[in-house]
Structures are given as structure tokens and as C-alpha cells.
């Protein structure tokens, strides 16, 4: 069965509101989460790893004011988008690893009318 | 950087045909690699992984070999199902110690009864 899960699986938002997205590890104690975004046709691309407990690690070119993340427990990672914008739309995933092994969520869909 | 290419899709088959999806990498040092399933509505899988060249990884009638002269890891079924049917998605880890993900741009592979 799934090991992280993902809420909501999608969402319709207007542009300039605020969107939070949930990922829960339900099987282990994750200390370090990571969050992707996927555009149409295109690869995941890594935004940012959230630590349990201190700051998120932002990839280059991604703006933290922009997209939020929280790693408040070691179940759950929140990401939120701020001001929400139409070029914000998109798939949102999450993960978690152990050893090299990924476990992904199912995806957030997000389309910022 | 490092980076993924794969080819495009969607790769469309009759059931019981053989597939082979292309991937070559372009990597500092000496990067493990993997591919990566997604079924519709589901989050990505591991399908298999290998970690030094020429190992080779195998799951469910799916290999692919890890070919350091030629950055290469191709995924190949010699028969394929229809419930192969699903997102096809070749990653490396720069093996760095770290657990982040380089993805290429996946590939959907369609098969037919």
C-alpha cells in the first residue's frame, strides 16, 4: 500500500489566494522530505528538501517566500503557495527516501484560475 | 550539470511485444541509477535500480543495465502486458550521499490488447 500520502489530490484556486498542500509519511519517521513539481511533458524537477525541525533547502531558482515549507513533525511535510498565480499551476509531488529508494505521493494537481 | 534524456512518447505496443525505452545520463562521478513507474493515478514506483556499472536491475520482467562507456541505461521487457501501461520515468542520484533525484522526462508506453 501507499507510504506517503498526499492532500488534496487536486485543487482549483483563484490567482492571488494562498494553497496549502499536505504529504504524510505513513509508515516511517522522515526526517528529511522532498518536494517536486512537474510541469506538462516534462520531467520532475526537485523545489526544495524539507528538514524536520529547521529550514527547508531550496534548489536554485526557486523562490522560498513563494513556496512555503513546513516539516513541522516527522510525518508530515506542508508546502504552501503563496499568492498563487496562473504560472503556479501545476503537479506537486512529494517524497520521502530510505537509502537511496524514493517514496513518492500520488501528486497535488493545482490550477490557479 | 547533471541531467536525464529519454526518449519521447508515447511508445505504443502490442501486448507481447518487446520494448525498450532509451536513457542515457550525463553525470559527475559515478551516479546510481533508476526507473521509475507511475500507473495512472498512482505515485511514482520503483521499478529497479542499479548502483555500479554494468550492474544490471530486474523487476517484474523489466532489465536494464547500467552502461558507464556509453551513459546509458535503457529499460527493456521482452514481452510486454497491457497492464504495462503506465509513465516510464529513467532518475539518477549523483550519489553524493545525498537522496536527491535528477529525472528525465518520462515516457508513456501504451499497450494494446
Known amino acids: 500500500g501507499a507510504v506517503v500520502s498526499q492532500h488534496p489530490s487536486w485543487v482549483i484556486c483563484k490567482s492571488g489566494t494562498s494553497v496549502k498542500i499536505e504529504c504524510r509519511s505513513l509508515d516511517f519517521q522522515a526526517t528529511t522530505m522532498f518536494w517536486y513539481r512537474q510541469f506538462p511533458k516534462q520531467s520532475l524537477m526537485l523545489m526544495a528538501t524539507?528538514?524536520?525541525?529547521?529550514?527547508?533547502?531550496?534548489e536554485q531558482g526557486v523562490e522560498k517566500d513563494k513556496f512555503l515549507i513546513n516539516h513541522a513533525s516527522l510525518t508530515l511535510s506542508t508546502l504552501t503557495v503563496t499568492s498563487a498565480h496562473p504560472e503556479d499551476s501545476s503537479f506537486y509531488i512529494c517524497?520521502?527516501?530510505?537509502?537511496?529508494?524514493?517514496?513518492f505521493g500520488p501528486g497535488t494537481r493545482l490550477l490557479v484560475l | 550539470g547533471d541531467s536525464v534524456t529519454q526518449m519521447e512518447g508515447p511508445v505504443t505496443l502490442s501486448e507481447e511485444a518487446f520494448l525498450t525505452i532509451n536513457c542515457t545520463y550525463t553525470?559527475?562521478?559515478?551516479?546510481?541509477l533508476f526507473w521509475y513507474v507511475q500507473y495512472p493515478g498512482e505515485g511514482l514506483q520503483l521499478l529497479l535500480k542499479?548502483?555500479?556499472?554494468?550492474d544490471k536491475g530486474s523487476n517484474k520482467g523489466f532489465e536494464a543495465t547500467y552502461r558507464k562507456e556509453t551513459t546509458s541505461f535503457h529499460l527493456e521487457k521482452g514481452s510486454v502486458q497491457v497492464s504495462d501501461s503506465a509513465v516510464y520515468f529513467c532518475a539518477l542520484s549523483p550519489n553524493t550521499g545525498f537522496q536527491k533525484l535528477v529525472f528525465g522526462t518520462g515516457t508513456r508506453l501504451l499497450v494494446s490488447p
Open positions: 524539507s528538514n524536520e525541525g529547521s529550514k527547508a533547502t531550496y
Open positions: 517524497s520521502r527516501g530510505t537509502g537511496e529508494t524514493q517514496y
Open positions: 553525470a559527475t562521478g559515478y551516479p546510481s
Open positions: 542499479a548502483t555500479k556499472a554494468d
